[in-house]
């Protein structure tokens, strides 16, 4: 099983939307793929109808059982609709690790761990982020192989950006670990100047991390989140269901280079 | 000196576009404005042209300062090429706060009280929020009079609004205090199903606390954080920027109502 994360401390810039729809193409094609949220809002779990308030079994328990080195009972994946998409959903408690567990040893490897029980079962597993530098990025850096970081095509998003990336070195070398990652741009406007300008200078400043290609500005998303289905599941054919299509065939390339 | 504070855990609403805005606007009718920056990520830092990682004195001073009992030497207030308009810039190290302080007493009011140096040398101040439920989006509920809530009107912001309200009660009731908040429809377009279905429902569902206006979508948005001049500063008369100019009138003239 390949593991993904999508992060960044942005917030907005099309984390879930990627992480939904790249698993969209996957299971368009007959591929096994597991969702796994770990932002506290939980837009991942409220795309596919569940609630994180009210929610029972959730990411959330993975951590109660590793602090409380219960026998971990096995997690809980949910089923969605669409054959061989699971998801394990958030719950808002996610929302109180950092203060509670924050500080804490080995608190860095549960969802690493967790997920070792399922590499059987599915091609390819993506964590979603909340928009935030803490614990559950951290655990989502440790289990992922590739990160993938969506950034909006738009000025400020450089700056944080930079931010980001240096984040990540550091937390890699504190972890011994190499984790590749993957620039992917979005909302790409080629009406705005702003977002014409701005993907010029990720590219000369990221040339070996960003992806050739663009995620486009499509309100199509936001009609497919209303209906709870993937845009890449219900029109492949549209412009932003082609390009998270051309997307998963880049990093399967990249994948199979490295 | 009126206090606001824009905050929604949900990432890329326009919390900082309808912060500096908002200042713009006053700016713009020859006020005096601070805004003030709690987003470790600093997207309102930037967009005045600091770096969050680099920054001296922040608003991250005035936790060490209240930790450290040390007397507070004073906030520094960094001022913009907008005469009438300065800033307390954010610094990245916020995002350890919740780790660190979380738990401490008393580290609720720190913003609250650092304001009260400033309420004679200026009409209104406007603190941004980061995307996420902790420390500081709870100082900045202790500071305000009234809470500026941005939503997207797009269905999946409808399941995350319902969730942040209810935060919100939760919050007010332990500290006995009364904030007033107002929903403020954002990314408005009037070409979607989505959105228009959307603000219908926020409308039944919010009678009494939503904005009877809404902010459009607006490409100007994002050119003007390239030139790092608010939208209503550089061009009042843009749909983006007309709108916030009829927000803050909403919300003067509620603020005289109650
Ligand atoms: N390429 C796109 N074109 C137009 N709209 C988009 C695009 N990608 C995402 N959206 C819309 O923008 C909004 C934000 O996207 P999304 O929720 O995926 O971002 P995020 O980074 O996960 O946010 P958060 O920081 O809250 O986790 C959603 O309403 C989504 O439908
Ligand atoms: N009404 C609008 N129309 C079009 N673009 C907008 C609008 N409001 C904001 N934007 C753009 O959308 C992006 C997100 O807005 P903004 O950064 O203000 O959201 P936020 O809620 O502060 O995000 P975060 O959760 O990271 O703090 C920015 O690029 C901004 O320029
Ligand atoms: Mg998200
Ligand atoms: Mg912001």
């Not at 699971?86 to 996610?94: E, H, N, Q, V, Y």
């Not at 700056?159 to 979005?186: D, F, N, W």
Request: hydrophobic content about 40%.
């Amino acid at each position: 099983m390949k593991i993904w994360a999508t992060a960044n401390q942005k917030g907005g810039v099309g984390k879930t939307t990627s992480a939904v729809n790249l698993a969209g193409v996957m299971q368009k094609r007959g591929h096994k793929v597991l969702l796994i949220d770990l932002d506290p809002h939980g837009s991942l779990t409220s795309y596919f109808g569940l609630d994180p308030d009210a929610i029972q079994d959730s990411a959330y328990d993975l951590f109660q059982q590793s602090l409380k080195k219960t026998l971990n009972t096995g997690i809980t994946i949910h089923k969605t609709r669409f054959k061989g998409l699971d998801f394990i959903p958030a719950s808002s408690a996610l929302a109180t690790l950092d203060r509670q567990l924050g500080a804490k040893d080995g608190m860095g490897l549960v969802i690493k761990k967790s997920l070792l029980q399922v590499t059987e079962r599915y091609d390819l597993a993506i964590i979603d982020c909340p928009p935030m530098l803490g614990l559950l990025m951290v655990n989502a850096l440790a289990a992922c192989e590739r990160l993938l970081i969506p950034v909006q095509t738009e000025f400020l998003a450089l700056k944080g950006l930079e931010r980001m990336v240096h984040t990540l070195s550091m937390i890699q070398k504190a972890r011994k670990q190499e984790v590749c990652y993957s620039i992917v741009p979005t909302f790409y406007d080629q009406r705005l100047n702003a977002s014409i300008e701005t993907l010029g200078t990720l590219k000369k400043q990221y040339k070996e991390t960003i992806w050739d290609g663009v995620i486009p500005v499509d309100t199509q998303f936001r009609e497919a989140s209303q209906k709870g289905i993937p845009l890449t599941i219900e029109r492949i054919s549209s412009k932003g269901g082609r390009a998270y299509s051309h997307l998963l065939d880049y990093l399967f390339e990249l994948d199979e280079e490295s």
